[in-house]
């Protein structure tokens, strides 16, 4: 067990849709990282978030969103869903402070848009 | 720009076989390099990392990785593997002092009977 939790474990929605993806970081760790895993993209890193605020940003669609809140846990807001939204997103968290880098993965949310 | 590239996309091999699994990094400046792996339907865990120091990695489950400044490369080995290793392995970096993790592509390890 990493710590993190993420929910929900599965989704399924239509195209046009919006879903939300929630992500509760280990005790103590100030950054979340947001992944999207699909088998022809491999692990693309979406967004990172550090205390609250947005400290990286990788390959995110505008139509998606993510936001970190006071007690640290993580949404990633995805919209106006497509066919080619299917993955599975990975959060992560890591303590910063100690700057080794080690990210904390949880179990993922599989999201299938029909 | 700093990349990782895993070398090989599926490896199979033969329980208790040795199996190496290459990864090689490309940076200017000294990283933190890390091993994952993903089991079916789990997320990612840490096998090992390299920080500093001594250039042998000994991680969980048997495996250990060697950092090797002037190849940039850092490969995973296990003397000996057993079916519950298949998995999907990847690679990954990070600056220090930087809080993007760059991830390879991903090996498929399938340990055959």
């Known amino acids: 067990d990493s710590g993190v939790t993420q929910t929900p474990k599965h989704l399924i929605t239509a195209t046009g849709q919006r879903v939300t993806l929630r992500c509760s970081p280990r005790s103590g760790d100030l950054s979340v990282y947001w992944y999207q895993q699909s088998l022809d993209q491999g692990l693309q890193f979406l967004i990172q978030y550090y205390n609250g605020e947005e400290r990286a940003k990788g390959n995110i669609l505008e139509r998606f969103s993510a936001q970190q809140f006071p007690d640290l846990h993580s949404e990633l807001n995805l919209s106006s869903l497509e066919l080619g939204d299917s993955a599975l997103y990975f959060c992560?968290?890591?303590?910063?402070?100690?700057?080794?880098?080690?990210?904390?993965f949880g179990e993922g949310s599989r999201l299938t848009v029909l | 720009a700093q990349s990782v590239t895993q070398l090989d996309s599926q490896v199979p091999v033969f329980e208790e076989a040795p199996v190496e699994l290459r990864c090689n990094y490309s940076s200017s400046v000294s990283v933190y390099l890390f091993w994952y792996v993903q089991y079916p339907n789990q997320g990612l865990q840490l096998l090992l990392k390299?920080?500093?120091?001594?250039?042998l990695v000994k991680g969980i489950n048997g495996f250990e990785a060697e950092f090797n400044k002037s190849q940039t490369s850092f490969h995973l080995r296990k003397p000996s593997v057993h079916i519950s290793d298949t998995a999907e392995y990847f690679c990954?970096?990070?600056?220090?002092?930087?809080?993007?993790?760059?991830f390879g592509a991903g090996t498929r390890l399938f340990v055959k009977a």
């Open positions: 390299y920080l500093s120091g001594s250039t």
């Open positions: 992560a968290s890591s303590n910063s402070g100690r700057d080794t880098g080690e990210l904390f």
């Open positions: 990954a970096g990070v600056l220090p002092g930087g809080f993007k993790t760059i």
